[in-house]
């Protein structure tokens, strides 16, 4: 068993003793989930959700068993309708991919931005960011809830990325280099940076986005370090600027398929949980560390680390909280979201909360243990996903 354990008297393990007569004692058949991810073989992601698969079938003493698909049973692209319709158990949803499926979701995962105005190092930022946003969709957020519902996804946890940067083909430091640049936006807020800078902003998967840097299609790719390796971004870009335009992408690392929860034992939906908690801790964790270890490896093999000008990083901030006051608004007339400064609010609330939360963490084990006491382990088993 893991070293992470429910607090005395938190109600997950109450729930779970109260149903526990309605299993059969002594009957225990062996359950296999399919998690397909987006993110090829050999990458962090698929070490961390590889993690979460052996969490599970220590913590369900064997009773499931999770097989990863890493880039092979679904694509980003196809996750959404991939683990509605049952063709997987499990999917990482990155809902930026799925504005008009996800509107509620989508505009607290933008608020990311907002970790780019708060003190200390913007690499650790997401373990607080990704904290706040679960807290969020998991306790705060019913509209959330039914956008989940109506896709026929359980949300079960989230990870993120370091703040992204631009990793480039040509240098950039001024506004004036960002201007006509075709940059990579993974995501609305990222577009509307480019945009608001001078550059024009180039939708596609990331999945196409090595091809498009070598072929000239891009010169920019707002990305994390980890995807230095992880898209092979390093063996092609020449330039990077750290610092712009930054936001982390935190997204659904672990959606399930409804029905599929539906139908399983309270147990197994805990070590499912906890399961969950581990694979936040890990992701965000690796990413940090795998983070590190790429700008150094970039550094290495000769590739141009620039400083934005101070104008470049003055305009940023001043935008990014222009954007923030924005978002509400844009959402509100675009997708019909209400009370949209509530939950702004409540967003920033949260982020307080979890920038103490986070401000000491360390090593991995820390941060899987602030997950699972402050999130996963109060998640009542016998009502939520229902």
């Not at 949803?93 to 509620?104: D, K, N, R, S, W």
């Not at 519902?149 to 240098?171: D, M, R, W």
């Amino acid at each position: 068993m893991n070293s992470w354990k429910p607090a005395a008297g938190a109600a997950v393990i109450a729930i779970s003793a109260s149903v526990a007569g309605l299993v059969p004692t002594g009957v225990q058949a062996t359950e296999s989930l399919r998690f397909a991810i987006g993110w090829p073989p050999g990458t962090s992601a698929e070490a961390s959700t590889q993690h979460f698969a052996d969490v599970a079938g220590e913590e369900s003493g064997g009773d499931l068993q999770v097989k990863v698909y890493p880039l092979s049973l679904l694509n980003f692209l196809e996750s959404t309708s991939g683990v509605r319709d049952g063709v997987a158990d499990l999917t990482t949803v990155l809902t930026p991919y799925f504005i008009t499926e996800f509107p509620e979701m989508n505009y607290a995962t933008e608020l990311a931005s907002l970790a780019e105005l708060q003190d200390g190092d913007p690499a650790r930022n997401v373990m607080a960011f990704n904290g706040a946003l679960m807290e969020y969709f998991f306790f705060n957020c019913p509209d959330c809830q039914t956008e989940l519902e109506a896709q026929n996804h359980v949300y079960l946890t989230g990870s993120g990325s370091q703040s992204y940067f631009l990793q480039c083909t040509k240098p950039v430091e001024t506004i004036a280099d960002l201007e006509g640049l075709r940059v990579r936006a993974g995501g609305a807020f990222w577009a509307r940076w480019a945009t608001a800078m001078g550059a024009t902003p180039v939708s596609m998967s990331i999945n196409e986005t090595f091809e498009g840097l070598s072929q000239g299609v891009v010169d920019c790719v707002a990305a994390s370090a980890p995807e230095l390796t992880n898209f092979g971004f390093i063996d092609v870009v020449t330039d990077m600027t750290p610092g712009v335009p930054g936001a982390s992408f935190v997204s659904g690392v672990a959606h399930m398929n409804r029905d599929r929860w539906q139908e399983m034992s309270p147990e197994n939906k805990l070590a499912l949980l906890k399961a969950s908690a581990a694979l936040s801790g890990r992701g965000v964790f690796s990413y940090y560390e795998t983070g590190n270890e790429n700008m150094e490896m970039a550094r290495e093999k000769g590739v141009t680390i620039h400083k934005p000008s101070d104008e470049l990083m003055e305009r940023t901030r001043s935008w990014i909280a222009e954007d923030a006051a924005a978002l509400g608004a844009s959402y509100a007339d675009r997708f019909g979201l209400k009370d949209t400064d509530a939950k702004l609010a409540k967003m920033r609330e949260l982020m307080a909360k979890w920038s103490k939360l986070t401000a000491e963490v360390e090593t991995e084990a820390q941060l899987t243990q602030i997950y699972w006491d402050e999130l996963h382990s109060k998640i009542d088993v016998a009502s939520y996903g229902q």
